[in-house]
T-cell receptor, first 113, second 115 residues
Framework: SQQGEEDPQALSIQEGENATMNCSYK?????LQWYRQNSGRGLVHLIL?????REKHSGRLRVTLDTSKKSSSLLITASRAADTASYFC?????????????FGQGTTLQVKP | DADVTQTPRNRITKTGKRIMLECSQT?????MYWYRQDPGLGLRLIYY???????NKGEISDGYSVSRQAQAKFSLSLESAIPNQTALYFC??????????????FGDGTRLSIL
């Protein structure tokens, strides 16, 4: 399997703190995407970073990509209780523009009020 | 994403039964995907389709089949269900090519239990 690895598997922080999640992958990619999953719900797309980009911001989210190390990180600043969820990285890999994604195993984030 | 609707949301059935999970979308996307999610394993791709009548196998297609009879609908079938197919199943859609950098939009899933 070419599935990515995420760490930590679980993270518990206080509201207002920053949360950092890491993702590593194995093959060259077209882009890397981050998704959030609230309990009992489907995945929601957060941010997409292309292979030729190194950093991207969206609101309180900051994503970095290091293709030489085949790794990415997601930083959530000033966390809120509503950020409690599981976070997944997914890599769009290979040729032919298939849009096929390989998902990591996820990081479960708990933000305590 | 309310634009991607999965039915049923929950299903309990017995080993050997045939089951169909339905997915419909109002986003007008050409591409549709079926995934299964197991605890600790993330999501794995079962089948995907880029257009009506276009079917492609994913990572774990054995024991499953799909049908794409219309742009808006993509159904997943388990011909003879077995207990290790107990999982959470997700349908997703994405827009077609624009350099391939398109996010996927997910339904809320079908929780399937096979006894």
């Amino acid at each position: 399997s070419q599935q990515g690895e995420e760490d930590p598997q679980a993270l518990s922080i206080q509201e207002g703190e920053n949360a950092t999640m890491n993702c590593s992958y194995k093959t060259s990619i077209n882009n890397l995407q981050w998704y959030r999953q609230n309990s009992g719900r489907g995945l929601v797309h957060l941010i997409l970073i292309r292979s030729n980009e190194r950093e991207k911001h969206s609101g309180r989210l900051r994503v970095t990509l290091d293709t030489s190390k085949k790794s990415s990180s997601l930083l959530i600043t000033a966390s809120r209780a509503a950020d409690t969820a599981s976070y997944f990285c997914a890599t769009d890999y290979g040729s032919s523009n298939t849009g096929k994604l390989i998902f990591g195993q996820g990081t479960t984030l708990q933000v305590k009020p | 994403d309310a634009d991607v609707t999965q039915t049923p949301r929950n299903r309990i059935t017995k080993t050997g039964k045939r089951i169909m999970l339905e997915c419909s979308q109002t986003k007008g996307h050409d591409r549709m995907y079926w995934y299964r999610q197991d605890p600790g394993l993330g999501l794995r791709l079962i089948y995907y389709s880029f257009d009506v009548k276009d079917i492609n196998k994913g990572e774990i297609s054995d024991g499953y089949s799909v049908s794409r009879q219309a742009q808006a609908k993509f159904s997943l079938s388990l011909e003879s269900a077995i207990p290790n197919q107990t999982a959470l199943y997700f349908c997703a859609t994405s827009d077609a090519d624009r350099g391939g950098n398109q996010p996927q939009h997910f339904g809320d899933g079908t929780r399937l239990s096979i006894l």
